[in-house]
């Protein structure tokens, strides 16, 4: 069972193990260089793949990366239908590369309202790279973190219904086996590009004790330089978790 931040002391190193992005600034990036807000999510993948690159190198364990939020259906429909095309491209064209790199590909969010292609995409995706371990790579479509508790809540009673005539029983330990992101521990780092500082309903749960880092680098151009300038100061915090900096 993965330690809860606020149960215990985690350990953590110079290097996050889990390191979460929301990957901002696409649409910007275009808009200055007059191109089309479509023109900066397809540069975006490119920076995907070096971020995924990146940290395999460096040594994180698991990335997650906020990918579409249940938000963004609001978005033009021309622009959310490009995201969806780019996402069943990314899982034809790039799977059997991470398959080959050894990273384990995951998909968390609300998955129903995806086409049924995507769909399979996406369960064929993950089987092929179930055996992997060097990278846990997460991508988090129409999620949600108020999603992500609300259903943990749901699934939590539909499994243990005697809890709701004693709700005392149910702790984080209990709860957190429900979330989207149970397999892996709480993130050490959140990175979020584009210059705007907020999480966006992004693993509101599991942010808890996390360290937040905002760049106004838009995430076309965020590639190993700017990842290695975020560690840098990762490692200049002082990670407390509720103690005096006299007790570290």
């Known amino acids: 069972m993965l330690l809860s931040s606020t149960q215990k002391i985690p350990e953590h190193s110079a290097i996050p193990r889990h390191l979460a992005i929301i990957m901002d600034g696409n649409g910007r990036w275009a808009t200055r260089r007059m191109l089309p807000r479509t023109a900066g999510h397809m540069r975006g993948v490119q920076s995907v793949r070096r971020i995924v690159e990146s940290c395999g190198k460096a040594g994180v364990k698991y990335l997650t990366l906020f990918a579409f939020s249940s938000e963004n259906w609001r978005r033009p429909s021309d622009e959310v ?36 292609k995507l769909q399979q995409l996406i369960k064929e995706a993950e089987a092929k790279t179930a055996h992997n371990d060097s990278l846990h790579l997460t991508i988090a479509a129409n999620y949600g973190g108020r999603w992500d508790i609300l259903n943990a809540t749901q699934q939590l009673l539909k499994d243990k219904p005697e809890l709701i005539q004693t709700p005392e029983l149910i702790n984080e330990e209990t709860f957190s086996e429900y979330l989207s992101m149970a397999f892996a521990p709480e993130p050490d780092l959140f990175i979020r590009t584009g ?36 560690f840098e100061w990762y490692q200049g915090r002082e990670r407390r978790f509720g103690r005096t900096s006299a007790q570290l």
Do not use: C
């Not at 799977?95 to 609300?110: A, F, M, N, P």
């Not at 996390?210 to 300038?229: H, S």
């Open 81 to 116: 239908s490009l995201l969806m095309r780019l996402f069943v491209q990314a899982l034809e064209k790039e799977v059997h590369k991470l398959e080959k790199q050894g990273v384990r590909l995951r998909v968390i969010g609300d998955l129903t309202r995806f086409d049924p």
């Open 195 to 230: 210059g705007e500082q907020r999480i966006s309903n992004f693993l509101i749960w599991q942010l808890a004790y996390t360290e937040l880092y905002f760049t106004d680098v838009y995430w076309p151009d965020f590639g190993a330089k700017q990842l290695d300038a975020a």
